[in-house]
C-alpha cells in the first residue's frame, strides 16, 4: 500500500506542471472531480487543505480526506488521514484536539510498529513537548525511533534525534541534547537533507547560545539560515531568524536583533504558529526591556502571556510572568512586580524550570531590597544562592565542547576510511561481476519456487476467509432471530406491567409492578444493542438522514436525564450557541449515541460532581461533546474502550454494564460518516467528542423525507427503595443487606421485611461501618460489588472479634463451583446463587437465626456455664477469653460493664449484642451471674461467713447480695450455708438478670 500511496504522489508530480501556471484550487477541484482514484483524491483534499483561504475550510478538506480514507477501509490510509488532521490541528496550537486524534490514528492500524505511523509518533512527540509534557514526549518519540532503525528509514530516524534533542534541551540535559542534535546532523548530511540540516543546524545554533558561545552560535544559525533560504522553507527561515534575534541580543546589537524577530514574527503570523508568535513577543519585548523602551517591552509581554494562555503553554507563561516582573519593577509598579515574580516561580516550579525559579528569587531580592523590606530580600536571596550553587552550567559547556569536538574527528576519520573503503570497493566490484551470473540464476530459480508457494497459500487462505464469512454471517443471523423471539414475550411483559401501573398507581402492589417493570425495560435495551450490532456486522445498518433541528433534538436529549442527574446531586448543563442549527442527520442513530454518552457520563459521576452537554457548529459539520468530573479513563486503556464487552481497570467490578454502549456509539458514528474520540480532562474526568456532517452532500443516498424518534415509548420509573417499610415489632432480629444493585435490594428487603429489622448499604465499605455500629444478626452481601467486594467483607467479618459470630449469605450471579467455594472458604454460612427462590432465601435466613438461637439455649443449660468452652471456634474463644477476664477480676467490686467493655477492647454496644448472640445475657447480667456462682462456692467452704462471700466474689453491699442471691438460688445465702448439701440448684435464673 505505501508503494500505491508514492506511485499517486509521483502522479501528482507529473500534474505539476499543469498546476504551476494554476495554483489555485479551482484548479484542485476539476482534479478532484475527475479522480476516480481514493489515494489520488486523498491527496487533492490535502492540497486544497493548504491552499484554503480560511481555517474552516482548510479543517473541512482534511476531515472530507478522512471520510474518503474510512471508506477504502485501509487502515494505512485511514492512519495517515487522521495525522494530517491532527497535524491541522497542532499547527494552529490545539493540542488537545490534536492528540486524540493522533491516538485514533495509532488505533486504525493493527500493528503499533507499522513504519506508516512513523510521522504519528513524531507528531505526538511534538504535542507533548509543547505543552511541557516531557516524558509523554519521549516515550512517543523513542517509540518511533525503534520503529525508524527497524525499518533503516533514516530521514525519520533523524528526526526523532532532533526532537529528542528538543525533549532534553527543556529539561536542561544539554550534554544529552547536544548528543541527539549531532547524531541527527550526521544522517540529514549523509542523506543530502537540507530541510532536516536547517532544524538540526539551529537547534546546535540555540544551544550554543544558551550556553553563551556566541560566535558559534552565530556561525550555526547563519548556516541554517542560509540553507533554508535556499530551499525557501518559510518555517525554517523564521526560526532561523528568531535564532539570530537570540544571538544579536547576547551580542548588544539590538537593532539588528529586532530586524531578525520582527521577520520571523511576519512568517509565524502567516503560518497561523501561535506558540511561536507568543514567543517570539517575548523575545521582542526583551530587546525593548533592555534598550529601557520600558512601555513597548511591557505590551509585547502581555501579548505574549495573553496567547500562551490560551495555548496551555506553560514555559511562555513562567517566561512572560518574569519579564513582566522585571519590567514592572524598573516602572516602579511593585505589586504588580510580585505578583507577575510569584506567578513565574509558581509555573516554573511545577514544569521544572530552575534558572527561571533562580530569575524569580533574584527579581524578588532585589525588589524587596529597594523597598527597605531587608528580611524579605535575604530570605529569596538565599534561595537564590542555594538554588545557583546546584546548577552545573559550566561542566554542560564543557561536556557539549567535547562532544561536538568528538564528532569532528570522527567525522574525519570517516573520510579516511571512506577513501580507503573506495579503493577496496573496486577491487570487489570484478570479483562480484563474475559471482552476479550464478546468483541472477539461482534467484530465478528460487523466486519462481516462492511465487508458486505464496499462490497456495493465498487460495488457502481465500477458502478459509470465505468459511469465516459465512459464519460470521451465520452467527449474525442467530443473533437477530433469537433477539427477535425475546422481544415478543418482552413486549408481553412490559406493556400488562405498565397499564396495570397506570391504571392501579395507588395499589399496595405497585412498587413491584414497577420493580419488575424498569427490568423488563433494561433487558429489552440490551436487546436492541444486540440487535443494532448484528446490523452492522451483516452490512443492513442504513442511515436514513433527513433534515431537522437539530438545536431542538438535544434540548430533549438533555432534559430526558435531568430526573437522573437531580437524583444523583450532578451539576447537569447544556451549552448550544446562539440561533437555530438545522442539519441532515439521522435522528435513530444520533439519538442512541447521545443517549450512550449521556447516561455513561451520570453513571460514572459522582455525587457532586457535574456533567456538561455542549454543541458548536463549524463549516459543514456539527460536534456535539459530553464532558464529566468522574474518575476518567486510565491512558493505556483510552484505545480499547470502544472495542466490544470492553470495560476499562476495575468498571467491569464497579459498575453494572455489559461493555456493548460504547461500541455500538462509535459503530452508529461511523456510519454517520462521523467520529467518536474520547480524552481525559486535566482537571480530572473524561471528554467524548461526536463529529458529523450534517450537509445534504454527505448523505446523496441516504435521504429520506422525515425522521421519526427512537423506538422507545416504554415508560421510566424511578426506584423507591423507602417505600418498603420493615417491622417495627421489638426484639425481632436485624438482617444487614449488602447490594449495589437498588432494585435487587428493595426486592430482598421486601421479602424480608415482614418478620425482620431490616438494615441496608449499597457497598462493602457502607455495609462494614454499619456492621460495626449496629451488630446485626445476620447479613445477605452481593458477591461482585464497587470498593470492598462480598469476599472481602465476609473475610474481614469473620477476622474481627466483636462481629465474627454474625452469620453471612453470599449473593453471586457467578454459578460455578469455584466461585461457590471460594466464598465458602472466607467464612460465609450460605451461598445463593442469582436468580434464586425468595422463599428459599427466606427459608436460609429463618434455618441460620434459628441455629443462633439453638446455641444461646444450649450454652444456658450447660452444668457448668462459666467453665472454659473446649471447642477451637471464635464463638468459644470469645467466650473462654470472656471467662478469663472475669476470673481475674471478679473480686473487685468496681469492676462493672465500663471496665468489663474495656479490658475486652469493644464498645458497649457491641459487647451487648455480640454476649446477647451467644450467651442471650447482657454484659450486666453474665458479670453478676458469673459472681453469683462464685458466691455459692465460697460459701460452702466451712468458716467463711456470708459477709467474706460476698466481699470476695465482688459485691460490697451485703442486703444487696443476700437479694440478687436469693432471687437466684431461691434461699438466702445463710439458709444456703447451714445446709449446704440440700441446697438447691438455680431455680430462676431471669429474675437474677431482670432485678438490678
Given at each position: 500500500?505505501?508503494?500505491?500511496?508514492?506511485?499517486?504522489?509521483?502522479?501528482?508530480?507529473?500534474?505539476?506542471?499543469?498546476?504551476?501556471?494554476?495554483?489555485?484550487?479551482?484548479?484542485?477541484?476539476?482534479?478532484?472531480?475527475?479522480?476516480?482514484?481514493?489515494?489520488?483524491?486523498?491527496?487533492?483534499?490535502?492540497?486544497?487543505?493548504?491552499?484554503?483561504?480560511?481555517?474552516?475550510?482548510?479543517?473541512?478538506?482534511?476531515?472530507?480526506?478522512?471520510?474518503?480514507?474510512?471508506?477504502?477501509?485501509?487502515?494505512?490510509?485511514?492512519?495517515?488521514?487522521?495525522?494530517?488532521?491532527?497535524?491541522?490541528?497542532r499547527?494552529?496550537?490545539?493540542?488537545?484536539?490534536?492528540?486524540?486524534?493522533?491516538?485514533?490514528?495509532?488505533?486504525?492500524?493493527?500493528?503499533?510498529?507499522?513504519?506508516?505511523?512513523?510521522?504519528?509518533?513524531l507528531?505526538?512527540?511534538?504535542?507533548?513537548?509543547?505543552?511541557?509534557?516531557?516524558?509523554?514526549?519521549?516515550?512517543?518519540?523513542?517509540t518511533?525511533?525503534?520503529?525508524?532503525?527497524?525499518?533503516?528509514?533514516?530521514?525519520?530516524?533523524?528526526?526523532?534525534?532532533?526532537?529528542?534533542?528538543?525533549?532534553?534541551?527543556?529539561?536542561?540535559?544539554?550534554?544529552?541534547?547536544?548528543?541527539?542534535?549531532?547524531?541527527?546532523?550526521?544522517?540529514?548530511?549523509?542523506?543530502?537533507?537540507?530541510?532536516?540540516?536547517?532544524?538540526?543546524?539551529?537547534?546546535?545554533?540555540?544551544?550554543?547560545?544558551?550556553?553563551?558561545?556566541?560566535?558559534?552560535?552565530?556561525?550555526?544559525?547563519?548556516?541554517?539560515?542560509?540553507?533554508?533560504?535556499?530551499?525557501?522553507?518559510?518555517?525554517?527561515?523564521?526560526?532561523?531568524?528568531?535564532?539570530?534575534?537570540?544571538?544579536?541580543r547576547?551580542?548588544?546589537?539590538?537593532?539588528?536583533?529586532?530586524?531578525?524577530?520582527?521577520?520571523?514574527?511576519?512568517?509565524?503570523?502567516?503560518?497561523?504558529?501561535?506558540?511561536?508568535?507568543?514567543?517570539?513577543?517575548?523575545?521582542?519585548?526583551?530587546?525593548?526591556?533592555?534598550?529601557?523602551?520600558?512601555?513597548?517591552?511591557?505590551?509585547?509581554?502581555?501579548?505574549?502571556?495573553?496567547?500562551?494562555?490560551?495555548?496551555?503553554?506553560?514555559?511562555?507563561?513562567?517566561?512572560?510572568?518574569?519579564?513582566?516582573?522585571?519590567?514592572?519593577?524598573?516602572?516602579?509598579?511593585?505589586?504588580?512586580?510580585?505578583?507577575?515574580?510569584?506567578?513565574?516561580?509558581?509555573?516554573?516550579?511545577?514544569?521544572?524550570?530552575?534558572?527561571?525559579?533562580?530569575?524569580?528569587?533574584?527579581?524578588?531580592?532585589?525588589?524587596?531590597?529597594?523597598?527597605?523590606?531587608?528580611?524579605?530580600?535575604?530570605?529569596?536571596?538565599?534561595?537564590?544562592?542555594?538554588?545557583?550553587?546546584?546548577?552545573?552550567?559550566?561542566?554542560?559547556?564543557?561536556?557539549?565542547?567535547?562532544?561536538?569536538?568528538?564528532?569532528?574527528?570522527?567525522?574525519?576519520?570517516?573520510?579516511?576510511?571512506?577513501?580507503?573503503?573506495?579503493?577496496?570497493?573496486?577491487?570487489?566490484?570484478?570479483?562480484?561481476?563474475?559471482?552476479?551470473?550464478?546468483?541472477?540464476?539461482?534467484?530465478?530459480?528460487l523466486?519462481?519456487?516462492?511465487?508458486v508457494?505464496?499462490?497456495?497459500?493465498y487460495?488457502?487462505?481465500?477458502?478459509?476467509?470465505?468459511?469465516?464469512?459465512?459464519?460470521?454471517?451465520?452467527?449474525?443471523?442467530?443473533?437477530?432471530?433469537?433477539?427477535?423471539e425475546?422481544r415478543?414475550?418482552?413486549?408481553?411483559?412490559?406493556?400488562?406491567?405498565?397499564?396495570?401501573?397506570?391504571?392501579?398507581?395507588?395499589?399496595p402492589?405497585?412498587?413491584?409492578?414497577?420493580?419488575?417493570?424498569?427490568?423488563?425495560?433494561?433487558?429489552?435495551?440490551?436487546?436492541?444493542?444486540?440487535?443494532?450490532?448484528?446490523?452492522?456486522?451483516?452490512?443492513?445498518?442504513?442511515?436514513?438522514?433527513?433534515?431537522?433541528?437539530?438545536?431542538?433534538?438535544?434540548?430533549?436529549?438533555?432534559?430526558?436525564?435531568?430526573?437522573?442527574?437531580?437524583?444523583?446531586q450532578?451539576?447537569?448543563?447544556?451549552?448550544?450557541?446562539?440561533g437555530?442549527i438545522?442539519?441532515?442527520?439521522?435522528?435513530?442513530?444520533?439519538?442512541?449515541?447521545?443517549?450512550?454518552?449521556?447516561?455513561?457520563?451520570?453513571?460514572?459521576?459522582?455525587?457532586?460532581?457535574?456533567?456538561?452537554?455542549?454543541?458548536?457548529?463549524?463549516?459543514?459539520?456539527?460536534?456535539?461533546?459530553?464532558?464529566?468530573?468522574?474518575?476518567?479513563?486510565?491512558?493505556?486503556?483510552?484505545?480499547?474502550?470502544?472495542?466490544?464487552?470492553?470495560?476499562?481497570?476495575?468498571?467491569?467490578?464497579?459498575?453494572?454494564?455489559?461493555?456493548?454502549?460504547?461500541?455500538?456509539?462509535?459503530?452508529?458514528?461511523?456510519?454517520?460518516?462521523?467520529?467518536?474520540?474520547?480524552?481525559?480532562?486535566?482537571?480530572?474526568?473524561?471528554?467524548?467528542?461526536?463529529?458529523?456532517?450534517?450537509?445534504?452532500?454527505?448523505?446523496?443516498?441516504?435521504?429520506?423525507?422525515?425522521?421519526?424518534?427512537?423506538?422507545?415509548?416504554?415508560?421510566?420509573?424511578?426506584?423507591?427503595?423507602?417505600?418498603?417499610?420493615?417491622?417495627?415489632?421489638?426484639?425481632?432480629?436485624?438482617?444487614?443487606?449488602?447490594?449495589?444493585?437498588?432494585?435487587?435490594?428493595?426486592?430482598?428487603?421486601?421479602?424480608l421485611?415482614?418478620?425482620?429489622?431490616i438494615?441496608?448499604?449499597?457497598?462493602?465499605?457502607?455495609?462494614?461501618?454499619?456492621?460495626?455500629?449496629?451488630?446485626?444478626?445476620?447479613?445477605?452481601?452481593?458477591?461482585?460489588?464497587?470498593?470492598?467486594?462480598?469476599?472481602?467483607?465476609?473475610k474481614?467479618?469473620?477476622?474481627?472479634?466483636?462481629?465474627?459470630?454474625?452469620?453471612?449469605?453470599?449473593?453471586?450471579?457467578?454459578?460455578?463451583?469455584?466461585?461457590?467455594?471460594?466464598?465458602?472458604?472466607?467464612?460465609?454460612?450460605?451461598?445463593?446463587?442469582?436468580?434464586f427462590?425468595?422463599?428459599?432465601?427466606?427459608?436460609?435466613?429463618?434455618?441460620?437465626?434459628?441455629?443462633?438461637?439453638?446455641?444461646?439455649?444450649?450454652?444456658?443449660?450447660?452444668?457448668?456455664?462459666?467453665?472454659?468452652?473446649?471447642?477451637p471456634?471464635?464463638?468459644?474463644?470469645?467466650?473462654?477469653?470472656?471467662?478469663?477476664?472475669?476470673?481475674?477480676n471478679?473480686?473487685?467490686?468496681?469492676?462493672?460493664?465500663?471496665?468489663?467493655?474495656?479490658?475486652?477492647?469493644?464498645?458497649?454496644?457491641?459487647?451487648?449484642?455480640?454476649?446477647?448472640?451467644?450467651?442471650?445475657?447482657?454484659?450486666?447480667?453474665?458479670?453478676?451471674?458469673?459472681?453469683?456462682?462464685?458466691?455459692?462456692?465460697?460459701?460452702?467452704?466451712?468458716?467463711?461467713?456470708?459477709?467474706?462471700?460476698?466481699?470476695?466474689?465482688?459485691?460490697?453491699?451485703?442486703?444487696?447480695?443476700s437479694r440478687?442471691?436469693?432471687?437466684?438460688?431461691?434461699?438466702?445465702?445463710?439458709?444456703?450455708?447451714?445446709?449446704?448439701?440440700?441446697?438447691?440448684?438455680?431455680?430462676?435464673?431471669?429474675?437474677?438478670?431482670?432485678?438490678p
Open positions: 500500500m505505501r508503494f500505491l500511496i508514492r506511485l499517486v504522489c509521483v502522479m501528482l508530480l507529473v500534474l505539476a506542471g499543469k498546476l504551476t501556471s494554476a495554483r489555485q484550487p479551482d484548479s484542485l477541484l476539476q482534479l478532484l472531480n475527475k479522480s476516480t482514484s481514493p489515494e489520488l483524491s486523498i491527496q487533492l483534499y490535502w492540497k486544497l487543505a493548504e491552499t484554503a483561504p480560511d481555517e474552516n475550510a482548510a479543517l473541512d478538506y482534511h476531515q472530507k480526506a478522512l471520510a474518503v480514507a474510512r471508506q477504502t477501509k485501509n487502515n494505512n490510509l485511514i492512519a495517515e488521514a487522521y495525522t494530517h488532521l491532527g497535524k491541522y490541528h499547527l494552529r496550537s490545539d493540542y488537545l484536539v490534536a492528540i486524540p486524534i493522533y491516538k485514533n490514528a495509532l488505533g486504525a492500524s493493527t500493528n503499533s510498529t507499522n513504519p506508516v505511523l512513523l510521522d504519528t509518533y507528531e505526538l512527540g511534538i504535542a507533548y513537548l509543547r505543552m511541557s509534557k516531557f516524558d509523554s514526549a519521549a516515550y512517543y518519540l523513542q518511533g525511533m525503534g520503529i525508524a532503525t527497524t525499518h533503516a528509514d533514516l530521514h525519520m530516524q533523524a528526526s526523532f534525534y532532533n526532537m529528542m534533542g528538543n525533549v532534553m534541551r527543556e529539561k536542561n540535559d544539554y550534554p544529552e541534547a547536544i548528543t541527539y542534535y549531532l547524531k541527527a546532523t550526521e544522517i540529514f548530511e549523509q542523506t543530502n537533507d537540507d530541510d532536516g540540516l536547517t532544524q538540526s543546524l539551529s537547534n546546535i545554533g540555540n544551544l550554543q547560545n544558551l550556553l553563551r558561545n556566541y560566535d558559534k552560535a552565530l556561525d550555526y544559525a547563519l548556516q541554517s539560515l542560509a540553507i533554508a533560504e535556499k530551499i525557501n522553507k518559510q518555517a525554517s527561515i523564521a526560526y532561523s531568524s528568531r535564532l539570530l534575534g537570540r544571538i544579536y547576547g551580542l548588544k546589537k539590538y537593532d539588528e536583533a529586532l530586524h531578525a524577530y520582527e521577520r520571523a514574527q511576519h512568517m509565524y503570523e502567516t503560518l497561523g504558529a501561535r506558540r511561536d508568535i507568543s514567543e517570539t513577543l517575548t523575545s521582542i519585548g526583551n530587546i525593548y526591556l533592555e534598550k529601557q523602551d520600558l512601555a513597548a517591552s511591557k505590551v509585547n509581554y502581555q501579548k505574549s502571556l495573553q496567547i500562551s494562555k490560551t495555548i496551555f503553554d506553560s514555559t511562555n507563561m513562567a517566561y512572560s510572568y518574569s519579564a513582566l516582573g522585571l519590567a514592572s519593577t524598573q516602572l516602579r509598579q511593585n505589586k504588580q512586580a510580585t505578583l507577575y515574580f510569584d506567578s513565574s516561580i509558581r509555573v516554573a516550579e511545577r514544569i521544572k524550570l530552575p534558572l527561571l525559579v533562580m530569575d524569580g528569587y533574584l527579581g524578588l531580592s532585589e525588589l524587596y531590597a529597594d523597598q527597605k523590606n531587608y528580611e524579605l530580600a535575604y530570605r529569596y536571596h538565599t534561595r537564590y544562592a542555594a538554588l545557583s550553587d546546584s546548577l552545573t552550567q559550566v561542566q554542560n559547556r564543557q561536556a557539549t565542547t567535547d562532544l561536538e569536538a568528538h564528532y569532528q574527528n570522527e567525522k574525519k576519520e570517516n573520510e579516511i576510511r571512506a577513501l580507503k573503503d573506495e579503493y577496496e570497493i573496486s577491487q570487489l566490484r570484478l570479483q562480484k561481476q563474475n559471482t552476479q551470473r550464478n546468483y541472477l540464476i539461482g534467484v530465478l530459480l523466486s519462481l519456487v516462492v511465487i508457494l505464496f499462490y497456495r497459500l487460495r488457502i487462505k481465500q477458502k478459509t476467509n470465505q468459511k469465516l464469512k459465512a459464519l460470521n454471517e451465520t452467527q449474525s443471523r442467530f443473533f437477530a432471530n433469537i433477539s427477535h425475546f415478543t414475550p418482552l413486549t408481553l411483559i412490559i406493556g400488562p406491567l405498565q397499564q396495570k401501573i397506570d391504571q392501579h398507581p395507588a395499589s402492589e405497585v412498587n413491584e409492578w414497577k420493580l419488575m417493570h424498569r427490568n423488563a425495560v433494561r433487558l429489552h435495551r440490551l436487546i436492541d444493542q444486540i440487535l443494532d450490532l448484528s446490523k452492522i456486522e451483516s452490512g443492513n445498518m442504513r442511515v436514513q438522514a433527513a433534515e431537522g433541528d437539530l438545536k431542538h433534538f438535544l434540548k430533549l436529549a438533555h432534559a430526558s436525564f435531568s430526573s437522573l442527574a437531580n437524583q444523583k450532578i451539576t447537569y448543563t447544556l451549552h448550544l450557541p446562539e437555530v438545522t442539519g441532515i442527520f439521522d435522528r435513530d442513530k444520533l439519538e442512541k449515541i447521545v443517549y450512550n454518552l449521556l447516561f455513561n457520563a451520570l453513571k460514572f459521576t459522582p455525587q457532586g460532581g457535574s456533567v456538561a452537554l455542549t454543541a458548536f457548529q463549524h463549516a459543514e459539520h456539527l460536534t456535539i461533546q459530553v464532558a464529566d468530573t468522574g474518575p476518567g479513563v486510565p491512558e493505556d486503556k483510552l484505545t480499547h474502550i470502544f472495542d466490544r464487552f470492553y470495560q476499562a481497570g476495575e468498571t467491569e467490578a464497579t459498575y453494572e454494564g455489559t461493555g456493548l454502549g460504547l461500541a455500538l456509539s462509535k459503530e452508529l458514528a461511523h456510519a454517520h460518516h462521523g467520529t467518536l474520540t474520547a480524552q481525559n480532562r486535566e482537571t480530572g474526568g473524561s471528554i467524548f467528542t461526536l463529529t458529523i456532517p450534517i450537509a445534504k452532500a454527505y448523505y446523496k443516498n441516504e435521504l429520506v423525507n422525515s425522521t421519526s424518534p427512537a423506538d422507545n415509548l416504554y415508560k421510566e420509573y424511578a426506584t423507591d427503595e423507602d417505600a418498603v417499610e420493615t417491622t417495627t415489632e421489638a426484639n425481632t432480629p436485624v438482617v444487614l443487606i449488602v447490594e449495589d444493585e437498588t432494585d435487587m435490594r428493595a426486592f430482598i428487603k421486601q421479602v421485611a415482614n418478620d425482620y429489622t438494615i441496608t448499604a449499597k457497598d462493602g465499605k457502607d455495609a462494614w461501618g454499619k456492621i460495626l455500629n449496629h451488630v446485626p444478626d445476620l447479613v445477605i452481601s452481593d458477591l461482585m460489588m464497587p470498593g470492598m467486594d462480598g469476599n472481602t467483607l465476609c474481614k467479618l469473620k477476622s474481627h472479634e466483636a462481629v465474627s459470630h454474625i452469620p453471612v449469605i453470599l449473593l453471586t450471579a457467578r454459578a460455578d463451583q469455584q466461585s461457590k467455594l471460594e466464598g465458602l472458604h472466607t467464612g460465609a454460612d450460605d451461598y445463593l446463587t442469582k436468580p427462590d425468595a422463599r428459599e432465601l427466606y427459608a436460609r435466613v429463618q434455618n441460620l437465626i434459628a441455629q443462633r438461637e439453638k446455641l444461646k439455649v444450649l450454652f444456658a443449660h450447660r452444668a457448668a456455664p462459666f467453665a472454659p468452652v473446649p471447642e471456634t471464635p464463638e468459644a474463644q470469645f467466650l473462654n477469653k470472656t471467662i478469663a477476664i472475669l476470673e481475674k471478679y473480686a473487685n467490686a468496681d469492676f462493672g460493664v465500663d471496665e468489663f467493655t474495656s479490658e475486652i477492647g469493644m464498645s458497649r454496644m457491641q459487647l451487648h449484642r455480640k454476649l446477647k448472640a451467644l450467651t442471650d445475657k447482657s454484659p450486666g447480667d453474665f458479670l453478676r451471674l458469673f459472681r453469683l456462682e462464685k458466691a455459692k462456692k465460697f460459701l460452702s467452704v466451712k468458716g467463711i461467713t456470708v459477709s467474706e462471700a460476698a466481699w470476695q466474689s465482688g459485691f460490697n453491699n451485703l442486703p444487696n447480695f440478687l442471691f436469693k432471687a437466684w438460688a431461691g434461699v438466702t445465702p445463710s439458709e444456703f450455708q447451714e445446709n449446704a448439701s440440700k441446697n438447691p440448684s438455680v431455680t430462676n435464673q431471669q429474675d437474677i438478670v431482670t432485678n
